[in-house]
Antibody, heavy 119, light 112 residues
Framework: QVQLVQSGSELKKPGASVKVSCKASGYTFNNYDLNWMRQAPGQGPEWMGWINTSTGKPTYARGFRGRFVFSLDASLNTAYLQISNLKAEDTAVYYC????????????WGQGTLVTVSS | DIVMTQSPDSLAVSLGERATINCKSSQSILYTSNNKNYLAWYQQKPGQPPRLLIYWASTRESGVPDRFSGSGSGTDFTLTISSLQPEDVAVYYCQQYYDSPLFGGGTKVEIK
């Protein structure tokens, strides 16, 4: 079955960087793009963008350009989200999610990675 | 940008009763060339990722109980839980995929 397994929780200081991983299994990795979502405490999910798992080309939503980087290691069936110059407002749960059938209908999600930014 | 507005923010329903959640988009998300509404519904329980329930506004995802149904077209959509069960306590989100994906603010469903 399809599984997306993310790395564990992170506690970082403002100004630091963090890299979250999302390892896919149960399907052909490069047949589906991978999307990233942010969910701040008490809020709904917010779409951050996606990475083309065939070409490695990332696409960022408005508001997630600059400090956010999507990357891949296709040999490991793993996608990464790196956030640099962390701010307190980056404190959130980050999810990777796989879309279904070529549309942004997200039928598989990672378990989420809590990133806490605090001095 | 399309804005998704859900109502109510929360509702409390007795076990076995109907729960109705509304979602309104700021512009039509009906693609006329294929007559499909680009709207999905998700359920999220505490500490879990969202779970896809409904897509194309009314198509139930495999494994989702048939007490969940979606309806509506254009700009106004509804998720109905026909007979609320204890395991349905959760936050429910609508999401449009007509444009860049965007989720509504969520509706918290509790037992009365």
């Amino acid at each position: 079955q399809v599984q997306l397994v993310q790395s564990g929780s992170e506690l970082k200081k403002p100004g630091a960087s963090v890299k979250v991983s999302c390892k896919a299994s149960g399907y052909t990795f490069n047949n589906y793009d991978l999307n990233w979502m942010r969910q701040a405490p008490g809020q709904g999910p917010e779409w951050m963008g996606w990475i083309n798992t065939s070409t490695g080309k990332p696409t960022y939503a408005r508001g997630f350009r600059g400090r956010f980087v999507f990357s891949l290691d296709a040999s490991l069936n793993t996608a990464y989200l790196q956030i640099s110059n962390l701010k307190a407002e980056d404190t959130a749960v980050y999810y990777c999610a796989r879309p279904s059938g070529g549309w942004s209908i997200f039928d598989s999600w990672g378990q989420g990675t809590l990133v806490t930014v605090s001095s | 940008d399309i804005v998704m507005t859900q109502s109510p923010d929360s509702l409390a329903v007795s076990l076995g009763e109907r729960a109705t959640i509304n979602c309104k988009s700021s512009q039509s998300i009906l693609y006329t060339s294929n007559n499909k509404n680009y709207l999905a519904w998700y359920q999220q329980k505490p500490g879990q990722p969202p779970r896809l329930l409904i897509y194309w506004a009314s198509t139930r995802e495999s494994g989702v109980p048939d007490r969940f149904s979606g309806s509506g077209s254009g700009t106004d959509f509804t998720l109905t839980i026909s007979s609320l069960q204890p395991e349905d306590v959760a936050v429910y989100y609508c999401q449009q995929y007509y444009d860049s994906p965007l989720f509504g603010g969520g509706t918290k469903v509790e037992i009365k």
